[in-house]
């Protein structure tokens, strides 16, 4: 799942509305802006607020940004890590429900995310031990995808909380768990480069596909 990052967006919102507001007040007047404009100003930066918090829950900044030209840049790497989730579970012959790419995809599932993949839960936490491999290679997909195109991952924090919760009450010891996710990222980032180009084709469609404003 890519991160939404979402924990300091809003503070970070509120606050720039505040600093507009408060520069609109100090220095409206002197760069020759009337009264009427400065309440109008003011009145729309907070009625933005609201309708993010009851819209869009507070990431109406994300839904704005992937709505601009250059969001798709944004949305082009959520793309990417959902993809690498798809492509290991579709080898790995693990269902996949849906996948979701941009904040507006989310929101509409009712999903606090920028991304998200959707797998069918597992009948038991406790997996025999070639399960755990299986899920620690889809799991690690999407960091292992981004870091094939981008060189690095900016998602996956709840991939990698997942995997640590289902590794922790599988009854394995904690050497075991990190040897075996260890190799399950080195043979998925070999598999994803290998197939570079097929990983490239399922982000694009992925991209084509996901929900934007204005569109």
């Not at 798809?86 to 693990?94: D, G, R, T, Y």
């Not at 941009?102 to 999903?111: D, E, Q, Y």
């Not at 981008?150 to 998602?155: C, D, L, N, S, V």
């Amino acid at each position: 799942m890519a991160d939404p990052g979402e924990g300091s967006t809003g503070a970070l919102r509120a606050g720039l509305v505040v600093a507009g507001i408060t520069a609109l007040g100090a220095f409206g007047p002197v760069l020759g802006l009337s009264a009427a404009w400065i309440v109008v100003a003011v009145g729309g930066g907070l009625v933005l607020l609201s309708v993010d918090a009851a819209t869009w829950q507070g990431m109406g900044g994300h839904v704005m940004a992937e709505a601009l030209p250059g969001g798709v840049n944004r949305l082009r790497r959520i793309a990417v890590h959902e993809a690498g989730h798809v492509l290991i579970a579709e080898q790995e012959k693990l269902p996949v429900e849906r996948v979701m790419v941009g904040t507006l995809a989310c929101l509409k599932a009712g999903l606090r995310s920028s991304g998200a993949t959707e797998f069918t839960v597992p009948e038991s936490v406790r997996m025999p031990l070639e399960d755990l491999r299986r899920w620690s290679r889809v799991l690690q997909a999407g960091i292992a995808a981004e870091t094939v195109v981008y060189g690095q991952a900016r998602g996956g924090a709840d991939d990698r909380a997942m995997l640590g919760q289902l590794w922790g009450l599988s009854g394995h010891d904690v050497q075991t768990a990190q040897r075996e996710q260890r190799r399950a990222r080195r043979e998925i980032e070999q598999a994803l480069r290998q197939g570079r180009a097929v990983l490239d084709e399922r982000a694009q469609a992925l991209l084509t596909e996901a929900p934007r404003l204005g569109r």
